[in-house]
């Protein structure tokens, strides 16, 4: 099937769904270390004021210096796609090959690493602001992943406040997101239907939540104070390990073995929803690839094969446990799938990372899909979180929908 077909399917599906059910495409196993980043120097969901740079570099582990290829496209808030043509939203041109890539040195995994920065030679930078999907390709027009990204012009202020939930009953699980959506620039025309928010919580587009209407408009004020609709669980903060010297064993790893490559077994993790809360220190869900005595981290750091370990009473009601973090994009697929082992009375299950410090936790998804984030670490209103909030606006007869504005805020200092 060839790129065009499948992106001319893919559109056509795609006013078909919802916000929520719009999934980026994972890559094969061999594509691995997806970092999708602005300018921050941990991998995250990119969201770049107007002009800023974007890199994107992933590893193939299957040693062919393969060709890849990528396309950007332009959506709407809800993720339909845009009326705007490309010459409208591109300076110069996408559908080219990814030229810089390297391959790995000094390493017992056999890769090449990639990397692809905009503006470059060939597309020179994106001109309007909005929701994109960058899509990578093989030589073979075969479709190998997919990512979201936003670009934002700096209109309007948003000033974001956390507090604990309004709703007795969660107030200690949940926390909730209050804003304020304030310019002099803009004087906006009916907002209840030409502005749109989107909430994330943790760079997890998972779990945003949508469309919040302003419930107040005080002259060029905006006013959100929901009391459960911009409400998330709150969590627990998330565990980590470090294992930038493969050779000893680090920050979370219990010890290690050199087979084929370096096996890295952490130390077992046991349920914590049922115990108090206790600070510590995470980046939320992301990771970052570090190694020691390297000059070249990206084609130096070395992949492992990490085992990690649960104790936690064997499910038997369709439910299923997944390792969940930022480092494949918090899908919940075969790779990341735990395996219960009666013998050890424990879930396990192993699989390669690079060299880095990642965050990660323990997830249950039931029969239906239905993800529990804190079946197993817990919410606790005291969880350190990142929240954004982003605003777009389409004013009358316009033909796409702007992204004007970023607002930022975290529960260190959460209140009633």
């Not at 770049?48 to 060709?67: H, K, M, Q, S, V």
Request: include cysteine; charged fraction near 20%.
């Amino acid at each position: 099937m060839t790129k065009t077909i499948q992106l001319l399917i893919f559109l056509i599906c795609l006013p078909l769904l919802t916000f929520g059910q719009i999934e980026e495409t994972n890559p094969p196993e061999y594509i691995s270390t997806i970092t999708f980043k602005g300018n921050t120097s941990e991998s995250q969901l990119p969201i770049l004021r107007l002009g800023e740079p974007l890199i994107l570099e992933f590893d193939a582990l299957n040693g062919d210096e393969a060709d890849f290829y990528y396309e950007i496209v332009h959506y709407n808030f809800d993720w339909t796609p845009s009326q705007l043509v490309k010459s409208e939203y591109l300076s110069g041109f996408d559908n080219q090959r990814i030229r810089d890539y390297e391959n790995s040195f000094n390493t017992y995994q056999i890769y090449s690493h990639y990397k692809l920065q905009i503006p470059n030679a060939q597309t020179r930078g994106i001109l309007k602001s909005g929701n994109y999907m960058i899509f990578i390709y093989d030589d073979y027009d075969e479709l190998m992943f997919s990512r979201k990204f936003m670009v934002y012009e700096d209109i309007v202020n948003v000033g974001v406040t956390i507090k604990r939930s309004r709703d007795v009953k969660f107030i200690n699980e949940k926390q909730s997101v209050d804003f304020v959506i304030a310019t002099n620039n803009v004087n906006f025309n009916n907002p209840m239907e030409t502005i749109k928010t989107l909430v994330i919580q943790n760079n997890n587009l998972n779990t945003a939540i949508s469309n919040l209407k302003p419930q107040y408009v005080l002259g060029n004020e905006l006013m959100y104070r929901y009391n459960t609709e911009s409400s998330f669980w709150a969590g627990n903060e998330y565990l980590f390990f470090e294992n930038k010297d493969v050779r000893v064993a680090n920050v979370g790893v219990q010890f290690i073995d050199l087979k084929e490559i370096y096996h890295n077994y952490l130390f077992t993790n046991e349920e914590r929803a049922s115990r108090p809360y206790t600070y510590n220190p995470d980046i939320n869900g992301n990771f970052l690839i570090t190694a020691v005595n390297t000059d070249n981290v990206t084609i130096e750091a070395d992949y492992t094969m990490m085992h990690f370990s649960l104790l936690y009473p064997e499910l038997l009601d369709g439910k299923s446990i997944y390792v969940y973090g930022n480092f494949n994009n918090y899908a919940l697929d075969n790779m990341n799938k735990m395996v219960y082992n009666p013998e050890a009375e424990v879930y396990q299950t192993s699989f390669k990372l690079k060299q880095g410090f990642y965050n990660y936790k323990y997830v249950v998804v039931d029969d239906k899909g239905t993800l529990d984030e804190g079946a197993i670490s817990g919410n606790f209103y005291q969880t350190e979180n990142n929240y954004k909030v982003l605003v777009y606006y389409r004013d009358l007869g316009a033909r796409f929908d702007r992204l004007i504005g970023l607002g930022e805020g975290t529960s260190v200092n959460i209140s009633n």
